[in-house]
Structures are given as structure tokens and as C-alpha cells.
């Protein structure tokens, strides 16, 4: 019998959006146009245009060894090039953003080869060769996966997921990477913190009910809470009494 | 004086406010007669990026601004989300409130009395202002911070 996977328990709308990203059978919705030139400079790695700096010779010109394992798995374009390893880190706000640092590790590990995605209460990070972290992150922020207010990115300093939002809906961020200006979010700075020559814009925040609808985190006071979805409960509750009795090998 | 314990309450906001927000209600606050000491708290902003490769660069930001309280400039270091307030009697809380109502429009917030502000001195305070420490500075700034409070012209 053919394996079907399930993504994840739940009836709520929550649980919903969770199986939408991480299922790679569906198309995640294009929202926005940053161009590449955009993210390029957001990410902050390499001025654009520049050739892509390199960590070792193209992979075709080093000679590789006979390596039954390098026969079975077909290069990214970026490991074939031989590119440096970047990243792309994300904060998202706990008042419904469109995902959430777990949800995020899932859905690239899904979608997406040659990536190591880094998990962490606030912010997760992905890290590939550096050309296909450009794609990744375009597909990243232009899509559904990515609000401009509630979502930041931020190579370092990313303390906000947690806060309270600022007067105009942003979430906070001690470097103030990116600026409200006529209903637009523009970034003035990259993910670290280094003033950008121009604003890139990046889109209108998206309205609340529209995150309401498409957010994959429970909130009990602007969302969907999480106590809301008897199927989720009746799963972490299974999870923890098997833990709690098998300890990592449940056995029932 | 000394002994006198005073009412306080503390304003949440469920918005972290814009300088300009920050200005509107201390200027209304500091009008009212019977407010002794407001602390304003929320999450720091740094003057220099503090961590990354771009550490040590300036960090410009619109909520690291001054603003002017009557006839005092104040700059603000943190994003305000919390305003602790020591009062002189407890019914000042419901002229606090009217403040409120009048300057958080667009959005929620609370007022809640309680003992919010520290009363004792802390290791730090007492390396910072030794074994007599003026009470009124206990909790109202950082005791770390080279900056001192804002005192803002008595109204009576």
C-alpha cells in the first residue's frame, strides 16, 4: 500500500494552512514581486551582479572520487558551482504570522534540497549554497509563507517575534530594518543591519483578516486557539503520554 | 516622608506606541497634579547595532527620538509599551484613565494598581548610590545607565 503523508493532525484552519505549506504537492500562492535584485540586496551577502564567490573549484573541474552515494544524489545547481554557504533568517510575530519557525523547517525540508534549516524559539535560519538560497528565499518572501509586518528578515538582532506590534501593525525590530511609508513596507537596511543605498520595497503588509485566515500559529486572543482543535489536543496528548511512558521509543 | 508607601499603577498598551503617541500622553500625565515619579519601559533601542557583522555601525530608528514634555526634552531609548506611574493619592487613577481614553484611540489598554516600581536597593544600586540612596531614584533608571532621570517642572 502506497504511503500517503499526513503533514500534520488538526481540523482547524491552522492545521489546515500547516498541511497547505508543507505538503510540496501544493502550490504555494504567489503574493508579491520582490525582484532577485531585491533579495539580492536584502540578503546582503554579495552586491548585485557580482559573480558568486566561490568555496571550492566547480565540481566538474575538482574531480570527484568514486563515491557510490555522489552517483545516486544529483548536485544543486549552487554545490555543482561550487559556492559559498549563506543564510536567510526569518523572526515571525506570534500575532498570526503566515508561519512560524517549526513550520518553517518543515515546509523547506518538504520542498527544497540541499538546505540545512537552523530552528530556534524566535527565528529560524536556512542555509544552502549561496544561488540556491537566492531562489529559495524569493520563493520564501514572495509567497504565502511571508507577510511584510508581521514577518522580518533578520540575519542578527531578532528579538520581536513575541512582542507586542507597533502602532502601525510592524512588529518590532531594535534595528528598524524595514519602514511603514505610504501603506508600503520598504526595507532601508539588509538582514544585518547595514544601511541599504536605496529602499526596496517589499509589498503592503497584508489586513488581519487575511492573516487570520491564512496564519499557521494558534493565538487565543487574535487567532485560532489552539484548545479550539480536539484533534491537535487528542495528538499532543498521545505524544506526551507515550514520551512520558517509553520515553523516545513508544512502544504501545 | 520616607516611610510613606504611595499608590502606584501601570499603563500596558496593547500597541507599542510611536514617539509622537509617547509625547501625547506625558503631556497629558504631567499636567495632572499628584503624579511623583513615571517610569517608562518597553524594549531597548540601541544607539549602535549590537550584535552581527554590522556591529558597532549606527543604528538610525524613528522610536529612538526626543520628544518634549511641557518645557523638557526627554529621549526616549526604548520602545514605550508600559508606562509604571507612583501617585500621590489612589483617585488620581481615574483622571490617568480619562487621559488615556483620550490618546489611545485605535487601540486597547489597561491601568491596573498594584506596587510595580523596586522599593529596596538592589547590589547594583548600592555600588551605584552607597548606603544612603536616595529612595525616589530606587527603580526609576538603570542603575548601570550613566544617564540619569528627567525631572520635569513641579505644577504646584
Known amino acids: ?252 | 516622608m520616607a516611610d510613606a508607601e504611595f499608590p502606584q499603577c501601570r499603563i500596558v498598551t496593547e500597541r507599542f506606541l510611536k514617539p509622537e503617541t509617547v509625547e501625547k500622553i506625558l503631556n497629558k500625565l504631567a499636567v495632572i497634579p499628584g503624579i511623583r515619579r513615571i517610569v517608562i519601559n518597553g524594549p531597548n533601542i540601541p544607539q549602535l547595532v549590537p550584535y552581527g557583522p554590522a556591529r558597532g555601525l549606527p543604528n538610525p530608528h524613528s522610536g529612538r527620538a526626543t520628544i518634549r514634555v511641557g518645557e523638557t526634552d526627554v529621549d526616549l531609548r526604548v520602545q514605550v509599551g508600559t508606562f509604571l506611574l507612583e501617585l500621590e493619592t489612589r483617585d488620581l487613577v481615574q483622571q490617568i484613565d480619562e487621559a488615556c481614553k483620550e490618546v489611545f484611540t485605535n487601540f486597547s489598554y489597561s491601568i491596573k494598581e498594584g506596587k510595580f516600581m523596586k522599593s529596596t536597593p538592589t547590589q547594583v544600586d548600592y555600588a551605584k548610590y552607597g548606603p544612603r540612596a536616595n529612595e525616589i531614584m530606587l527603580g526609576l533608571v538603570d542603575p548601570k545607565n550613566k544617564t540619569g532621570p528627567t525631572l520635569l517642572q513641579g505644577n504646584r
Open chain 1, 1 to 252: 500500500m502506497a504511503y500517503t503523508p499526513q503533514y500534520g493532525p488538526g481540523q482547524s484552519v491552522v492545521a489546515e494552512n500547516r498541511r497547505k505549506q508543507m505538503n510540496p504537492n501544493v502550490k504555494l500562492e504567489k503574493i508579491r514581486n520582490v525582484t532577485d535584485e531585491d533579495i539580492v540586496l536584502i540578503l546582503g551577502h554579495r552586491a548585485p551582479g557580482q559573480a558568486y564567490p566561490t568555496a571550492h573549484p566547480p565540481l566538474a573541474e575538482q574531480g570527484e572520487p568514486d563515491c557510490p552515494i555522489r552517483k545516486i544524489v544529483t548536485p544543486t545547481d549552487g554545490a555543482k558551482a561550487g559556492d559559498r554557504v549563506r543564510y536567510i533568517q526569518f523572526a515571525d510575530s506570534v500575532y498570526n504570522a503566515p508561519s512560524q519557525p517549526y513550520q518553517r523547517t518543515y515546509t523547506e525540508a518538504y520542498r527544497y534540497r540541499g538546505i540545512d534549516p537552523g530552528t530556534l524559539s524566535g527565528r529560524q535560519i536556512v542555509e544552502c549554497r549561496e544561488r540556491d538560497l537566492e531562489k529559495i528565499s524569493a520563493d520564501l518572501v514572495n509567497t504565502n509563507l511571508f507577510d511584510p509586518a508581521t514577518t522580518g528578515i533578520r540575519g542578527a538582532t531578532v528579538h520581536g517575534h513575541s512582542l507586542r506590534l507597533a502602532e502601525d501593525g510592524m512588529m518590532f525590530d531594535m534595528l528598524q530594518r524595514c519602514v511603514l511609508e505610504g501603506g508600503t513596507v520598504k526595507y532601508v537596511k539588509d538582514q544585518i543591519g547595514t544601511p541599504l543605498d536605496k529602499k526596496v520595497e517589499i509589498g503592503k503588509p497584508m489586513d488581519a483578516a487575511w492573516l487570520k485566515a491564512n496564519t499557521t500559529m494558534f493565538h487565543t486572543l487574535v487567532g485560532t486557539s489552539y484548545r479550539s482543535d480536539a484533534e491537535y489536543i487528542e495528538y499532543i496528548q498521545r505524544i506526551h503520554s507515550l514520551r512520558t511512558k517509553y520515553g523516545f521509543m513508544p512502544v504501545e
